[in-house]
């Protein structure tokens, strides 16, 4: 048996590490061709090819499911064709062993999955996302930019803050900040509008090119107090982990970061679907090489005549991108009926798995 595991899984994980990396100099070119276009004074070829690589780990994360199950498809499908699988069959490897010795590797593939995507690929995100800030002018967080929410008790009550932050640059900083202060009742109090600023060590935020509005004398008959202040100190308790998520790209968040994230915004009674939904699509991620595995193994015993290595790798790359499809339309569909986001992450892998059980049964029971 020791022979057969050997045999199997050299084949496939060559295979597989054949596939993946043809992908990947595949995207590595398309991402590098893309960033041409922005080539000029501060943004170079070199940085185009730096910031290409550091988006591969990103991709190798997303293109797991379907290097394994293209490559295993070449694998198994090459024994087929060459008797080899047969041989195996005859000697004894009946079909719940092999699914067994698959499941194996599988889980194995599952693993690196998660350590590529839980590890590597945010760590590359965010040195992808300060290369691009460094020399492209910040990176934009949309029309509306990200908005952040805090509570706090001061002596003079209870008090909430409404954060928005328009942009953000390299080191940290964050650009066309507005800070909107209310009371218990929901009375806005005082607006702060900053050009720039950045969190300190102890969560407060120091602000550049401050424009202070205070209406907190306005409904006793007072004045409305406007003032410019060329600095200015803002006491917040939003953590700096928090403020990073919200103004960073999803895919440069952990799988823990983002549980942190949709606590705080839940706790400040945000919005939380998407984030949610995000969340168990990282966490049962890695499965999906499993799903892709017990996929392929019925490709093993389809006969020469039912086509040949081609046919069934062409078979192998229409199935993945079904799954991808799949993956993401339920994704959509999940946040705009607002389904239970493990339901919506976990129901792929589920069909795709229910799919691979049922062509497996079917072909050695009848075939």
């Known amino acids: 048996m020791k022979t057969v595991r050997r045999l199997l899984y050299a084949d496939i994980v060559s295979s597989v590490a ?12 398309i991402d590098f061709v893309d960033e041409l ?48 699988f047969t041989v195996l069959r005859t000697g004894g490897l009946g079909p719940g062993r092999a699914l067994f010795l698959l499941t194996g590797l599988g889980m194995a593939f599952g693993v690196l999955t998660f350590v590529v995507g839980d590890y590597l690929a945010p760590l590359s995100e965010r040195g992808a996302a300060q290369l691009q800030a460094r020399y492209k002018g910040g990176f934009s967080l949309g029309i509306t930019g990200a908005w952040l929410k805090d509570h706090r008790v001061t002596p003079e009550g209870e008090r909430s803050y409404s954060v928005n932050v328009g942009s953000a640059a390299a080191g940290g900083v964050l650009l066309n900040i507005r800070i909107f202060e209310s009371d218990g009742n929901g009375r806005l109090l005082r607006r702060i509008s900053a050009a720039r600023g950045h969190v300190n060590s102890n969560d407060s935020w120091s602000l550049q090119e401050v424009n202070l509005t205070d209406w907190r004398d306005a409904a006793s008959g007072g004045l409305v107090i406007s003032q410019q202040m060329p600095a200015y100190e803002w006491a917040s308790s939003l953590p700096a982990n928090v403020v990073a998520a919200a103004v960073l790209p999803e895919g440069s968040m952990s799988t823990l970061e983002l549980f942190r994230y949709i606590t705080h915004l839940s706790d400040n009674e945000q919005a939380a679907q998407r984030h949610e939904i995000q969340f168990w699509k990282r966490a049962l991620y890695p499965l999906a090489c499993l799903v ?18 081609s046919l069934k790798v ?17 994704a959509h569909l999940g946040l705009l009926q607002n389904w239970t986001p493990w339901i919506v992450a976990a129901t792929p892998s589920a069909i795709y798995l229910m799919l691979s059980l049922a062509a497996f049964s079917w072909l050695v029971r009848y075939r």
């Open 314 to 330: 062409f078979g192998g790359i229409m199935l993945g991108i079904s799954f991808v499809l799949l993956n993401n339309v339920a």
């Open 292 to 309: 892709m595995v017990a996929l392929a193994l019925p490709f093993a015993y389809l006969h020469a005549r039912a086509g040949g290595v």
């Open 18 to 29: 054949f596939v993946a990396v043809a992908f990947l100099s595949l995207f590595f070119f």
């Open 37 to 84: 276009a922005d080539i000029g004074k501060t943004w170079t070829a070199l940085h185009a090819a730096v910031y290409s690589l550091l988006e591969l780990p990103g991709h190798l994360y997303e293109l797991s499911p379907i290097a394994v199950l293209i490559g295993t498809i070449y694998a198994l499908s090459r024994l087929a064709q060459s008797s080899e």
